[in-house]
C-alpha cells in the first residue's frame, strides 16, 4: 500500500538532515491570534496602508502605536499551541532546522523554538527612529510612541511594514534555509507576501522535498510535492507522532 501523504510528510523529515520551516499567521490562529486575510482577518476590518506602512506611522504616530498595542493586549491573552509545540520538537530531532516566521507575536519562542527567524519582525521589542537602538519593551501601555532611552527620538514596533525592505541579514539566512534544505514545510501562510512566499519556490527549485499545511490551498500548493489541508494544531503533531 502506498504511503498517505500525512505519512509521506513524515518519511521524508524523519530521514532529512536539514530542515527549514516557513510559518505565517495561519499556524497562530488556533492560539486565538487573528490572521490578516480570510474571514475575521484583521486586513478585513482595517486598511494596511492607514496602519502598517512607513506613511501611516509618519501622519499619525499614536494611532498606529495603539493598534500594536492593542494587538500585544490581544496576544498576550494567547499561549502557544500544539503546532508551535511540534515545530519546537521537530527542531531537537533535525541536525540543521530553520524556523522561518512571519509572525510577530513571539509564540515560537515561547514554545521553545531556540531560533526563530523573525522576518517581519516582534511585536513584544520597539526599535528607534533615528538611532536605530533595539529594545524589548512589554510595557507599560503608554498611549503614544516614547522617547528612546539612548537619543530621545520617537520610538516604532520593530515589525516590517509594507513599503519597507526586510533587515537584509535575516532575509539572507531564510534563503539560503530555504535553498539548501532537503524538506521544507510551509505551514499557516496565505503565500501572497513577498519575498516570504518566494521561499518554497526557492527549495523546490534547489530540489527539496516541499510539504504545505494549509486549511486551503494557497499559489504554493500546485508546486508543493504534499498538500496537507486541515489545521496546523492538528496536523503538525500527527506528523511528529509519525516521525
Ligand atoms: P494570512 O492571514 O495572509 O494567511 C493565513 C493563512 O493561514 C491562510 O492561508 C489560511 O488559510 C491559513 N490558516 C488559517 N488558520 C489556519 C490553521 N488553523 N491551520 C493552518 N492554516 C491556517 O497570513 P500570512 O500568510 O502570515 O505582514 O500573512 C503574511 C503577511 O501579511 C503577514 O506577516 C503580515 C501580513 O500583511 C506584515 O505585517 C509585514
Wanted: proline letters at 9%.
Amino acid at each position: 500500500m502506498s504511503p498517505t501523504p500525512l505519512q509521506q510528510a513524515a518519511q521524508r523529515l524523519a530521514s532529512a538532515n536539514r530542515v527549514a520551516v516557513l510559518t505565517g499567521a495561519g499556524v497562530s490562529a488556533e492560539s486565538g491570534v487573528p490572521t490578516f486575510r480570510g474571514p475575521g482577518g484583521l486586513w478585513e476590518n482595517h486598511r494596511p496602508e492607514e496602519l502598517a506602512t512607513p506613511g501611516a506611522f509618519q501622519k499619525d504616530p499614536a494611532l498606529v502605536w495603539r493598534w500594536y498595542l492593542w494587538r500585544r493586549g490581544l496576544i498576550a491573552q494567547c499561549q502557544p499551541n500544539p503546532g508551535h509545540l511540534a515545530l519546537a520538537d521537530l527542531e531537537k530531532r533535525v541536525g540543521e532546522f530553520s524556523l522561518i516566521t512571519q509572525n510577530v507575536d513571539g509564540l515560537h519562542r515561547l514554545a521553545g523554538s531556540s531560533d526563530p527567524l523573525e522576518i517581519h519582525g516582534n511585536l513584544w521589542w520597539v526599535r528607534c527612529t533615528s538611532c536605530g537602538a533595539l529594545y524589548e519593551e512589554r510595557g507599560p501601555d503608554l498611549p503614544a510612541p516614547p522617547p528612546c532611552k539612548e537619543c530621545g527620538a520617537m520610538l516604532r514596533p520593530h515589525v516590517v511594514w509594507f513599503g519597507e525592505s526586510l533587515d537584509p541579514e535575516l532575509l539572507d539566512q531564510a534563503w539560503r534555509a530555504a535553498a539548501t534544505c532537503e524538506v521544507m514545510l510551509v505551514a499557516g501562510t496565505s503565500a501572497v507576501v513577498q519575498p516570504a512566499a518566494g521561499l518554497a519556490s526557492v527549495a523546490k527549485q534547489a530540489g527539496a522535498f516541499v510539504i504545505e499545511v494549509n486549511l486551503e490551498p494557497t499559489p504554493n500548493s500546485a508546486e508543493v510535492d504534499v498538500s496537507l489541508m486541515g489545521k496546523a494544531g492538528e496536523i503538525l503533531p500527527e506528523i511528529m507522532a509519525l516521525l
